[in-house]
């Protein structure tokens, strides 16, 4: 906490002075810290002759129990403040605290993704692999299970796929299986440019039915946000048609904003992919006329 004391204190000066100091409020630690404090001047720049700086140990177990603080109780004369630094009736004062923990041992970032993105890139140890349209595709039970649990119950339920090592996933595009098993091995997906040949909004499209498949969830949200961020007159049906299919509550309440909002229910309405959609969810046609005529 940082305290100012207009007024300063009684032993420092009988009111003459301006007093500025920095509290330890944290109980039962130890903190190291950097404290500089300055008037900010007339033109609007820090007045380096003010400025004040110095390095402390605070810690809370101060003698009698009394605050831990430290400071200046002569940080500048009252006169002298309102005679060169008041603005507009106030005085504006710049104060930063650094923090310095030099007990810490240095620790390198994570890097589990790039561990296991060089495991699927290597494949070494992989047990398993999905034949998409030709296309086929190696990995690692353990690691799908881990992430999904329809690769669980797949993999290591009963069943004849247990013990299966191809699995057929003709359903799936080759391009979108290819960033769905990256996102099970890195958590993240490629930028616009990795997504391969199709639009990026009709690869979420496509990401986001094998998200639900699998039931990754954190997938279905990332695709979710993508679709948002690229809503327009023209994709809003297909995209509501996604958020419907797929139940997606967070997707659908964003689509149906969009549509209540500056009459764009009226706009769309009457297009080819909005009939398609009344067709096959009539009900969500009638939430959606019930939104606009609220």
């Known amino acids: 906490m940082i305290k100012c004391c207009p007024s300063g204190l009684k032993e420092a000066g009988n009111g003459e002075y301006l007093s500025i100091s920095l509290v330890l409020r944290t109980k039962s630690t130890t903190v190291r810290a950097i404290f500089k404090a300055s008037v900010l001047g007339r033109h609007g720049k ?3 002759e003010t400025a004040c700086s110095a390095a402390h140990v605070f810690t809370t177990n101060c003698k009698g129990g009394g605050i831990n603080s430290y400071g200046w109780p002569r940080f500048a004369k009252r006169v002298e403040l309102e005679a060169k630094y008041l603005t ?34 290597e494949m070494e140890g992989a047990d398993v692999s999905f034949t998409t349209n030709g296309h086929t595709f190696h990995a690692h ?15 290591f339920g009963p069943g004849a796929e247990a ?13 979108t299986f290819k960033v769905f098993l990256n996102f099970i091995y890195t958590d993240a997906l490629p930028g616009d440019d990795g997504l391969g040949r199709s639009p990026p909004v009709e ?31 023209d994709s809003i049906a297909t995209t509501l048609d996604v958020a419907e299919r797929y139940n997606c509550l967070e997707l659908k309440a964003r689509c149906i904003d969009f549509l209540v909002a500056y009459g764009n229910f009226n706009k769309v309405v009457l297009t080819e992919g909005f009939v398609h959609l009344a067709q096959k969810f009539p009900l969500l046609i009638a939430e959606l006329r019930q939104r606009v005529e609220a």
């Open 163 to 175: 013990t299966s090592s191809n699995i057929s996933s003709d359903d799936i595009e080759p391009a």
């Open 203 to 233: 690869m979420f499209h496509h990401l986001f039915a094998v998200a639900d498949k699998y039931a990754l969830h954190r997938l279905k949200l990332i695709c979710a946000q993508k679709l948002c961020e690229n809503m327009s007159l």
């Open 141 to 155: 039970r353990a690691v799908l299970a881990a992430r999904s649990p329809v690769f669980k119950a797949r993999f």
């Open 46 to 48: 820090s007045a380096s």
């Open 88 to 121: 507009e009736g106030r005085v504006t004062f710049l104060c930063h605290v650094l923090v310095v923990n030099d007990n810490s041992i240095p620790l390198p970032s994570p890097r589990e993704g790039s561990h296991l993105s060089k495991l699927l890139d």
